[in-house]
């Protein structure tokens, strides 16, 4: 098991990274998850890793360690609820908003191996198909670039397509490889993966008719939830829906954000309101 030490260690390092605050509690799973980056080293427990990570605090060791403890959980259409609220309440009136020369942009932010980012891509295409919405663009970013590899492949086991598709869906957007789904590559074309730190400004991806943070800001502590919440709120247009998980709220972002008065977990940016510097 780690010391109390070592895991404080991990925590200072994930909260200076990537903003992420590690439950002590959970010193069991950090020792597990770290364990096979130790023995690559030709080390015999991850507290010996952590100890030469303090001989050199700017290896790129302690990259490798916290991408290996950040949860990665994720499933195709994952809640359910948020996916029909922007395809039914939301898209037709961006769909209106862009016309038919405009691009819809949306932002898929802590996008871990990629199927809520392909879930809305395919909520767009059929959309598109059936002459409900213009061109579109998903934009799905990560600070795990181990992740985003996985997303961008497209690949899936059964288990993992199973998750939250239905067969129509399946067979509508996959090609089957063995054990193996992946996804079609024309909806794979409309989904670009892109490396990012949410503690960083994001003027460089643009700025976007909807942004999905789902189920990220939990990991982060009340300062930095309140600092992520101002950086999405610049990359929104007037208007734009942030989706956040259904426990997650604004707590420190209502300088920029307000509660949907009709659907739980959506906010609005707050129009003609600049966000602080």
Known sequence: MLSDAHVAELARAARRRVGVALDPSKAQMYHLRLTPIARREGLTHPGELIEMGLMRPDDPAWDVMVDALLNAETSFFRDRTPFDVFSKAILPELAHKRGESDKIRIWSAGCSTGQEAYSLAMLLHEAREEGRCGPFEVIATDISERLLDRARSGAYSQFEAQRG??????????ERAGDTWRISDR???SVRFINHNLLHDAGQ?????AIFCRNVLSA???ETRADVLERLGEAAHNDAPLFLGADEDIAGGMRCFTPSRVHQG?????TGRAVAA
Do not use: E, N, P, Q
């Open 165 to 174: 598709l239905s067969i129509r869906r399946l067979i509508r957007h996959f």
């Open 187 to 189: 909806l794979r074309a």
């Open 205 to 209: 991806l643009g700025m976007f008719d």
């Open 220 to 222: 982060f502590d009340a």
């Open 266 to 270: 959506v906010f609005t940016r707050i």
